[in-house]
């Protein structure tokens, strides 16, 4: 994303294109909702993780071999 946006800057045409202006607002908001969803990922998997450790329900994840899952966390990788 950070290379679109810095296209833009060496590009003022493009900057001020009205599709490309549409296209940064659309990826803010696909941002937005992504961080949301990992968001409520994440604090349900917190409910989980800690039920299964409360009597019974850890005999019980034990017994069909639930596992602890991990928070899922964004691979951000910059490839200036």
């Known amino acids: 994303m950070k290379k679109i946006f810095a296209v833009s800057e060496d590009y003022p045409d493009l900057k001020s294109n009205e599709n490309f202006l549409k296209l940064q607002k659309e990826i803010s908001r696909i941002e937005e909702n992504?961080?949301?969803?990992?968001?409520?990922?994440?604090?349900?998997?917190?409910?989980?993780?800690?039920?299964?450790?409360?009597?019974?329900?850890n005999i019980i994840a034990k017994r069909i071999n639930i596992p602890k899952y991990d928070y899922f966390e964004a691979n951000v990788t910059s490839k200036d």
């Open 34 to 57: 992504l961080a949301a969803a990992r968001e409520i990922y994440n604090s349900n998997l917190k409910i989980l993780n800690t039920t299964m450790q409360i009597f019974p329900y």
